[in-house]
């Protein structure tokens, strides 16, 4: 989760007048294949730390 993904979220729930937006973490990034991945537990950690108070 980076700032980017925060300011999309955000724009997405602005223009398109929604109530509520569901953000999902993958469980491999696409982009670092050969890492091993955070745990579930981990990433719905970072998730709430990433979008807490929004």
């Not at 999309?8 to 991945?37: G, M, T």
């Amino acid at each position: 989760v980076h700032n980017a993904h925060v300011l999309v979220a955000r724009a997405a729930l602005e223009e398109l007048s929604l109530d509520r937006l569901f953000i999902v973490p993958a469980a491999r990034s696409p982009f670092k294949p050969e890492q091993q991945p955070a745990s579930a537990k981990v990433r719905l950690r970072l998730l709430r730390l990433a979008f807490a108070g929004q």
